[in-house]
Each structure stands twice: as structure tokens, then as C-alpha cells.
């Protein structure tokens, strides 16, 4: 053999290569492990018989093997390199005397990385170690990079399916075989038009068949929504095809994925049904932020308040409240801010063209998945129409409050007067005939006949306000803090202002009768000693306050029916009540009403 050259390096490595030498000739053996040490390899051993070859790979692991066909005992080199194959995979470079073709085609089925005659030189055996040890470090990178590529294949949720330019299976992914019911193994290497599946082209995209690639003209890919039937299935996908090309520029094959789109579908369909439903409605439906700003606005809105989505888009809600009203908005949105669904309560907004609508109005919050409040929702419903009928019921009721009040004024009270007239002249004919005892029993009767009309007047008074009508709505309360006074012994007393303030009949008459209601609930269930009313002017509103020191109402009490009518005779005049009440504090009741009533 010739000497070896000490320019010849082994490529850096962090180790240098470990090679295990079978040789059954102790001299050739010697004088490969000095190539080898000189070279810079490490020599684990050398052996020369095929069944410790086995066990000192099992042993010790070596980086390669030089591997001599013939061997000591029963295996030759050949039968050891196919077991190492199999269970190590090993590079095995054959060194042999042997270069007969029968020889060469057994060694070519273990797949060697190099097959060297013993006539080699020291560059032969360098370059084939090299060679050997790189095309080795390839495949492992090679398998590493196929199992990355199989697990991610394996791993992605959309189906994957890879094709030849003649649109034959090559590989399907687990995703691809649940999605349309298939078996890796029962498709592959046949043509994808024999997939068991059917395509709709519901949403008209071009192509109409993805999986036809003979209609594919350009270069690049394509994508389209689809519905994919599967014998009794039917669903929606994102089909994307990708052209793959060779080096020559030739399409090679096709990357189809498919993209099961059935949930986003779904909430595409109920977002768009909900959209119709917000878009048709009567009621007007807003949207804003949790400041206020307007963000969507339907055609109920706009058809109710006059403005266009692009006037109102952006602007807060306050632009919807009436200047003389007082704006409940940003109360509204703190009580959401706080978790409160605002249920429905009614107020008063403004059209574009100034006019007033009497409104009911619910606020709910928006929330996204992690609970965060992103948005509001107003409904606001135009009561107006309802406002109008229940104010002509309540003229109506009112009028006939005036008409029973005054029968019983003019009719039953001068009924009664006349039959004290009657009473008296009796008694003075039975004076006259000294009937003593018949006497008596007249002034009896006479008393209670006193009492009937004294009690005629009173129920005629309630029922119409005659200075309410006359003197105008101070001096009605006034008058009635001083009957309550005179009537049930209770402290009353009555703060209004001096100037006279005018409102519309029915907005006098509602304040009268909340004032009246609100004073009979003080005095029968609060039981307290003192009631003070005031009446307040203020800059665009009038305040009417009734506060008593009895026990204070408590929500248990508080959904009785004649507060829920206190709040219904505010509500008809366009006005707000509120009743606060603590215990040891007593109760106020508390109703603002517009000045522009007047």
C-alpha cells in the first residue's frame, strides 16, 4: 500500500470520527488502523470475525465501519453489513479483494456508502471515509427534516392533499381523511377526481371545480369558498390549490388545502340574520361606545331622530337629548360601566328637525370573550303616540274627577243642605209643642247631616282642586298642606315660590295629585311627625319635594301601586320621579318636570 500524505485533514468536527476495522488479515487490519490514526480518526477495534462484529456494535457505537468481506465464522461481511442495516444503519464502507459482479450485487442490496479494492491508496480511503461521513450527516438532516415535515403535515387542523401534475394522490394528512371521511392508504396514488366527495360551487368562484386542474391556466394559486358533500354531510370550505414547479419551470404537482369553514359560516349566517333583524326594525338601535360615542345606527333610528348614519356617526349620544332636559346619558353609562343592564325607562329625545319624542329606552353592555365591556346597546322604542292616549285618558279621568267632585258639590251637598233647612224647621215646630225628647233626636240628626255636608265638601275639594283651577298650582299645595294639617294633626308645612308659575292644566294637575298621593303615603304608612313640601324653580326644570321624618320606605314597599302611579302621572308630563328613603332619615319623594311645559 502507499504511504499516506500528512497534508490529508479530516473535515472540523466537534469529535472526530470513530471507525470500528473488520478485517480477517491482522497485517492489512495494522496497516488500516495507522492510516486511520494518522489521519485523525479514532480506531475503536479491529475484528475478524462477522459475530463480534455484531456485538462491538452493539457495544460501542462507531461512527462507521470498514467492513472486509470475508470473515472468520459464519457470517461474511456482507450478512453482518445487512444486519447492521437493518438495526443500526451505520455507514459500512466494504474493503474487499473481491471486484467479481456476483460479489458486487450482494453488497449493492445493504446499501453501502462506499465499496473500495484492497489495492487503494491512502487518498482512496480518505476521500471514501469523507464522502461517507457527509452523505451519512445529509441523510440523518434528511430524516430529521421529513420527520419535522411528516409531524407537521400529521399536525395542521386543514386538510392537506398533495398531487402530481396528473392529479394523483402522492400524500393526505390525517386533517384531509377525517374531513372527508377517507383512509390514508385507500386513495393514495390514485387520481383525486376519484375522491368520494362532490363540490358545490354555492358562492360562484372561479374555477367552479378546484380539484379540476386541467382548467388551470396560470401560474401561482387559487382560493375560493366551497360546499364539500360527503355522503350525507354537507359543509363549507376554503379550498386553496398550489401550483409546484420543477426546475424547468413545469408544473410538477398541485398542494390542495382545505379549510373546514363550517362555525365561522355559521356565525357569518346568524351575524347577517341578527343584522337584518337590527337593520328592519322599528325601534331605533344604537350602538356606541362605553363613553358614548355613536358607532352603528339602523334604519329605525333613522326613520325616529331624522339624522343619517354619516350626521351621526362618531358624535355622542347627548346630541339626541333636549337642551331644556336633563341629560340621565352619562349616569346611564356609569350604572353599565358597572355591570347594570338598564332596563327600560322612559325619557325624552329630540328629532333632528327639534321635535320631542317621549321614548322608552334599554341599555345593555357588550362584552367581549374575556368579559371586558367594549360597546353599548340602546333600544329606544317612540312612545308617543301611547304618551297622547294616556294623557287624553287621563283628561278624560280628570274631567270626570271635576264632574263627580262638582255633582257632589252642587247636587249631593245641596241635597243635604236642604234637609238641614228642613231638620231645623222641624226642630222649631217640635219646640213649640214642647215634644222635648223629638227635639233632641233632631239636633242629633241635624249634627250628623252637618258632618255629611262638611265631608261632601272636603271629597268635592279633592277630587277638584278649585284653587288649583283659580290661584293656580302654589296655592294648591299650599291649601293642601294645610288641610293635611287641620285633617290628620301632622306637622305640614309648604315652601314654594312667590312669583306665579304656569305650566299646561294637565301638567298642574299631575304635580297636584303625585303632591296629594305622596302625602297620603306619608301619613299612613311612614308615621312620622312632620311633612315638608316644597315647590322649586330652577333653570329649565321645576322640582317638587315631599320629605317626611316617619321610618323611610324600603324596597319591600317600594312596587306599591300608588307609587307605581306617582311615577306614571310624572312620566305623562314628561317629568322624572325618584323616591329616596333610609331608615331614621324618612322618605323624600322627588319630581322634576320640564319648565317648557308651560
Not at 86 to 92: K, L, Q, S
Not at 206 to 212: H, K
Not at 392 to 412: A, K, T, Y
Request: charged share 25%; glycine share 6%.
Amino acid at each position: 500500500m502507499p504511504e499516506y500524505q500528512e497534508s490529508l485533514e479530516i473535515s472540523s468536527r466537534t469529535d472526530p470520527p470513530r471507525i470500528l476495522v473488520v478485517e480477517d488479515e491482522a497485517i492489512v487490519a495494522i496497516d488500516i488502523c495507522n492510516i486511520l490514526n494518522s489521519l485523525g480518526y479514532i480506531v475503536l477495534d479491529t475484528v475478524d470475525n462477522g459475530s463480534e462484529v455484531i456485538d462491538q456494535v452493539n457495544c460501542q457505537k462507531p461512527d462507521l465501519i470498514l467492513m472486509d468481506i470475508h470473515l472468520k465464522g459464519e457470517l461474511d461481511g456482507i450478512e453482518v453489513a445487512e444486519i447492521i442495516h437493518r438495526t443500526h444503519r451505520i455507514p459500512v464502507i466494504y474493503i474487499s479483494a473481491y471486484s467479481d459482479v456476483d460479489t458486487l450485487s450482494r453488497a449493492k442490496t445493504t446499501q453501502p456508502y462506499g465499496y473500495i479494492i484492497k489495492s487503494f491508496d491512502q487518498n482512496d480511503l480518505f476521500f471514501a471515509i469523507e464522502m461517507a461521513l457527509y452523505r451519512h450527516d445529509m441523510e440523518i438532516k434528511m430524516m430529521e427534516s421529513e420527520r419535522l415535515l411528516a409531524t407537521t403535515f400529521g399536525g395542521i387542523s386543514d386538510g392537506v392533499i398533495s398531487c402530481t401534475a396528473d392529479g394523483k394522490i402522492q400524500l393526505i394528512n390525517i386533517a384531509a381523511c377525517r374531513m372527508l371521511g377517507l383512509s390514508q392508504d385507500d386513495y393514495t396514488g390514485r387520481s383525486i377526481r376519484h375522491l368520494p366527495i362532490q363540490i358545490e360551487n354555492y358562492f360562484k368562484e372561479t374555477p367552479p371545480d378546484p380539484l379540476d386542474f386541467s382548467s388551470y391556466y396560470s401560474d401561482g394559486k387559487v382560493s375560493g369558498r366551497y360546499f364539500i358533500v360527503v355522503k350525507m354531510s354537507r359543509f363549507p370550505v376554503v379550498c386553496t390549490v398550489s401550483t409546484l414547479k420543477n426546475e424547468n419551470e413545469k408544473v410538477s404537482g398541485y398542494i390542495v388545502i382545505l379549510r373546514n369553514i363550517e362555525e365561522e359560516y355559521q356565525v357569518q349566517e346568524m351575524q347577517s340574520r341578527l343584522a337584518s333583524i337590527v337593520e328592519t326594525s322599528e325601534d331605533a338601535i344604537i350602538g356606541s361606545t362605553p363613553e358614548g360615542t355613536i358607532i352603528s345606527w339602523n334604519r329605525g333610528a333613522r326613520i325616529l331622530f331624522g339624522y343619517t348614519q354619516s350626521e351621526v356617526q362618531g358624535k355622542n349620544l347627548s346630541i339626541l337629548v333636549p337642551d331644556f332636559y336633563p341629560n340621565e346619558i352619562p349616569e346611564m353609562l356609569d350604572r353599565i360601566r358597572n355591570g347594570e343592564v338598564i332596563d327600560h325607562y322612559e325619557t325624552l329625545r329630540t328629532r333632528k328637525d327639534g321635535g320631542i319624542l317621549d321614548m322608552s329606552i334599554k341599555i345593555s353592555p357588550i362584552r367581549d370573550s374575556r368579559g371586558h365591556l367594549i360597546a353599548a346597546s340602546l333600544i329606544a322604542r317612540d312612545m308617543s303616540k301611547r304618551k297622547q292616549l294616556e294623557k287624553e285618558i287621563l283628561e278624560i279621568e280628570d274631567r270626570e274627577r271635576s264632574r263627580i267632585g262638582q255633582d257632589l258639590h252642587d247636587s249631593l251637598g245641596q241635597q243635604l243642605t236642604g234637609i238641614l233647612l228642613r231638620l231645623k224647621a222641624l226642630e222649631g215646630q217640635l219646640l213649640k209643642s214642647r215634644e222635648e225628647e223629638n227635639v233632641h233626636t233632631s239636633r242629633e240628626i241635624q249634627q250628623l247631616v252637618r258632618n255629611a255636608v262638611e265631608q261632601t265638601r272636603e271629597m268635592a275639594k279633592g277630587l277638584i282642586p278649585v284653587t288649583l283651577q283659580t290661584d293656580g298650582l302654589v296655592e294648591a299645595l299650599q291649601e293642601l298642606t294645610l288641610y293635611c294639617q287641620s285633617m290628620y294633626g301632622v306637622a305640614t308645612t309648604f315652601d314654594g315660590p312667590r312669583e306665579e308659575i304656569k305650566l299646561q292644566p294637565i301638567a298642574e294637575v299631575q304635580l297636584y295629585h303625585i303632591c296629594q298621593e305622596a302625602l297620603t303615603n306619608a301619613i299612613k304608612h311612614s308615621l312620622g311627625t312632620s311633612i315638608m313640601v316644597s315647590l322649586e324653580r330652577e333653570t329649565t326644570e321645576l322640582v317638587l319635594s315631599i320629605h317626611d321624618n316617619g321610618n323611610g320606605i324600603t324596597e319591600e314597599n317600594s312596587e306599591g301601586l300608588g307609587l307605581r302611579i306617582m311615577q306614571y302621572r310624572a312620566n305623562m308630563v314628561g317629568g322624572h320621579l325618584s323616591i329616596i328613603g333610609n331608615k331614621g332619615w324618612g322618605t323624600a319623594v322627588i319630581c322634576r318636570v320640564p319648565i317648557t311645559q308651560e
